[in-house]
């Protein structure tokens, strides 16, 4: 090796030791007569220091023109600080510096290799591989190996087997779109990369591999919005002769582990909610359960009292920030402004302040007597010092927009605290939703979800109604992952295709293998996927999954650092029969 | 859980338990009034049985008519055998049934679901799952997960950090060929999926993450020989300040670690040899150390002694096979007849047989001496009982043939145990090897391997005769890794794409972010990869990867199982805009 120890390694004990350190200068002092290097590795810092004097002449120029991100190897003996840092784990040596090699000079970085760097995003794609050099990016990535190798500790230890699916699949059109791979040998046909590995691990459960995991890429060709990436990585699981429960139990157990060995965090239980509960109660499928703002339905109350963009309204919807009466009327102007804002798309914001003196103020005072408002408060239990905000409307928009407000006084009052965690298991979802666009329903989560036993017979009366055996777990407001026990008998699965709208030959001729294979001995099956890039901003407590991704793609799917996509050869086209066409229009 | 054990956990220990298990029908055995079923899970096998008087008759009807294969649920009690069953765990034990239910019936399998299957490859490929429900098949997998988690456990215990690298990259024309996908956002342009994460593990190095590891899928296009699938498995790593024998030792260290703790056994230590020394004494890059029958070149000892064919030929090479002068005059037809097939393409065989009475007996007696054969025997240290076999001609030629030739003596001889491991490290490899094709150099390993020092200056006069930092880890003949110091400095790597036939222009269009990397301070760097699917068959003492590998492809890239590739909607291509163009030459 190049080096005896690592920057991150030496302390008062090795005090005389000859040591031999590799890495970048992070920062050059030079006092003349004495110079000081910080030298750097992904383990830490160690400080060279060179003295006129009892250091060689010209080792001491050397050290003093080194550049900042010079690689270099330092030779010497590890000498005690006088002036102590204790800020560092090496902070009480620093190395006699006896000979140093400049291993590979660097021209100066674009951008400061700093915790705060003064490059932006774009600046700081293109070089990733020096972003990647800065501690508070390695850190997180170092954040992910952790998250990685505690899942699999967990899983093995719990008996799943970790199978390798392919990447070279098939496409079909249900669901969101495929990338796709001309194939070279099979002229004119394709694979897709897969949405997720589902079929696979369903089969494997045939199979009888009775426990699957996987950490496993996964492909979406997806118009891309912030913080959504074309290629992503899913913790997969399957386990047969289970129900929802078992399933539940066992990956609330992953996540425990994963807070307690990664985080040192002891989770509390974690709850479970209907999805009709969600959104009745949070106006959302993934409630942030680190507050409170349970909403209220005020028809009852608020309506018959004269006011008639109430007495109109479909749904009056209410939610009581506590000791938030203090807000002033500029603020209060600019919350309604806020939820007019087209993004939420509220016509107004009605509030009722309960004083601290025990009296009632609201923005539609003309309306409502002291005891209409106090009747209002007491629903929500509301105590003086409390703030009532209240939106109504059509009962879709106005439980969309209240769930936009109730996040947004969370931020506010500072109740999203990225140190704590409140999980939650979301249960009972909708198996089917209707697609306005298409005019038919679509598998909620997807056709091999099953439907409940006891609403079974809704599929042909209600189909809307009818609830699945589907479950997601959401960590502070964040969907980390879903799932469900599958269907496992081919006429409930082709039950199913038909009400989605397949005809037999197209199920036959996208899912034949699936069908086929649940004739030949199926156990019951269920499972689950976690978003890992997103179950790891959640532990590293950031919003953006960017970050966590060593090459992340830019929101137009491209890498800007290889730049790619590209162009490619006409031979190489041809070889793969293809050619490109770009339509006029869009051209 | 639909079960309370699984069926390969109940032992004496459990008699009087009532348990639940589930699983598939192996076998029912009706003697009339006694009726036994064998429960199979992926632990184990249970015996369940149903008795005519204790057993309630609709039970003991429902237990006779199951089918094999069947999935079903049973609840009883468990007792003590009479009859035990030593040859599995669970052998001692039984449960008398008291209810029993199909979770699932089964279509008769189109094959045996045994050990010993009377399924061909073709039909086994397309029930794949139920060709994973096999025992022998379903160890190979847990085998593999074992590979897996331990290979993971050494490389965190080491520090490496496991870092994800992207799948959607760029494609390069040098090496074999890519896999494309279009890009629809991007029109026209097209991602490549990678052959190896090769340029991003070395930026990963630039980055200062020191230690990387991955367990990565890889891709190549190339037309599939035996054995080959377009998509493989990688464990890929790199290092910081590390030099050629940090690297050996590391990876000697994961090899051993997998010996010790997936198979039990303690590796002896990694011999090394160099890339020269293993093609002169073994005609090959990855000789297999199981057993001896090193080259020896006799051109010295035969030639001018009258016979023609080795006089004119360029080497004469032989081997000496020890004790097998036994060899019949048909044995050594037939082995004559082996080497001049076309796959071999030697022209003759020569042999001597060294009698066990000492005396010497050969093909070519006419015109050597019993002083002339035992010259050569003694050049072998041959001894009584030994025979002799030597190929001449070309020298690239015979080389080869000799090479195969060996193998197969040391097949016919029983010298190639399959629990027996003889790793190797074949070091010094060529930088560059000829392409009569193309008329020039290519890189033998990769154009970022890294010249020895020493032999830089030949790159102007001798280019073939240049060796690389570059390394192969041969396991029983097979290569199961390789690898290189990398070049780690821009002229460098500017000088070896000129080597290799790059413009500027193209190797800046290419490559330029790693060119530009290394100005940025890059650290001097070295890695190896291992071929995952073959290390686990070697593993395994398998021949073939395709069964470590859970969903193959065959040697059309065609996966029968799910029919893919498939061609896609025309409305797809559009959005992609390609277009589908089979030349019709090749239609």
Chains 1, 2 share one sequence.
Not at 92 to 101: L, Q
Request: aromatic share 10%; with cysteine; net charge negative.
């Amino acid at each position: 090796m190049l080096r005896t120890h690592t920057c991150g390694e030496l302390r008062l004990e090795n005090v005389g030791n000859e040591v031999t350190l590799s890495g970048w200068v992070q920062r050059v002092r030079n006092k003349g007569g004495l110079v000081w290097v910080d030298l750097r590795d992904r383990y830490g810092l160690t400080q060279l220091i060179f003295e006129e004097g009892s250091t060689d002449e010209v080792i001491l120029a050397k050290a003093a023109s080194l550049g900042r991100e010079f690689v270099v190897q330092a030779k010497g003996t590890v000498i005690e600080r006088t002036a102590k840092n204790k800020n560092i784990p090496t902070g009480e040596i620093e190395i006699k510096v006896t000979s140093i090699e400049v291993l590979n000079p660097a021209k100066l970085p674009p951008f400061l290799i700093e915790d705060e760097t003064d490059g932006g995003e774009e600046l700081r794609m293109k070089y990733r591989y020096l972003d990647l050099r800065r501690n508070v990016i390695r850190e997180k990535l170092q954040l992910r190996h952790r998250m990685m190798q505690e899942t699999r500790k967990y899983m093995d230890s719990a008996d799943f087997i970790e199978v390798e699916t392919p990447v070279l699949i098939k496409s079909t059109p249900e669901g969101a779109r495929d990338f796709v791979v001309p194939s070279r040998v099979n002229q004119g046909e394709f694979y897709a990369l897969p949405q997720s590995p589902q079929t696979f691990k369903q089969l494997l459960m045939v199979s009888g591999f009775d426990r699957y995991f996987q950490i496993v890429k996964c492909f979406r060709d997806e118009d891309l919005r912030a913080d959504r990436q074309p290629e992503f990585t899913q913790i997969d699981c399957e386990m047969s002769f289970v129900e929802q429960e078992d399933i539940l139990d066992t990956f609330e157990g992953l996540t425990r582990h994963l807070f307690k060995t990664v985080r040192g965090v002891e989770l509390e239980e974690v709850k479970r909610m209907t999805y009709t509960d969600a959104m009745r109660f949070y106006g959302n499928d993934k409630p942030d359960l680190r507050f409170g703002m349970r909403f209220e339905e005020l028809n009852g109350l608020m309506q018959g009292k004269g006011f008639g963009i109430f007495d109109q309204a479909e749904k009056i919807l209410g939610i009581c920030a506590e000791g938030a009466a203090e807000y002033t009327r500029k603020q209060l102007d600019a919350l309604t402004d806020w939820v007019k804002r087209p993004q939420i798309g509220a016509k107004g914001l009605v509030y009722i302040k309960y004083n601290a003196d025990g009296s009632l103020k609201s923005s539609v005072d003309k309306f409502y007597s002291s005891e209409d408002l106090q009747a209002v408060a007491n629903q929500f239990g509301a105590k003086p010092g409390d703030l009532i905000l209240i939106l109504s409307g059509d009962s879709a928009a106005v439980t969309k927009q209240m769930s936009e407000l109730r996040l947004k006084m969370g931020d506010d009052l500072g109740l999203r605290d990225k140190n704590i965690f409140k999980p939650l298991w979301v249960i009972d979802f909708p198996l089917l939703e209707w697609d306005e666009e298409t005019g038919r329903y679509h598998a909620m989560h997807h056709p091999f979800t099953s439907p409940k036993k006891e609403d079974i017979a809704l599929l042909e009366t209600d189909p809307g109604a009818v609830r699945a055996n589907a479950y997601d777990l959401v960590i502070n407001g964040v969907e980390i992952g879903g799932g469900s026990i599958r269907i496992h008998d081919k006429s409930t699965q082709s039950m199913m295709f038909t009400h989605l709208g397949f005809t037999p030959e197209e199920a036959k001729k996208q899912f034949g293998f699936l069908l086929d294979a649940f004739e030949f001995g199926a156990p019951p099956h269920g499972g689950i996927a976690f978003g890992f890039d997103r179950l790891c901003a959640i532990f590293g407590g950031s919003d953006s999954i960017r970050d966590y991704i060593a090459f992340p793609k830019n929101n137009s799917g491209r890498d800007v650092m290889i730049d790619s996509p590209s162009t490619i050869a006409e031979d190489q086209l041809k070889e793969l029969s293809i050619k490109v066409e770009i339509a006029e229009k869009t051209k």
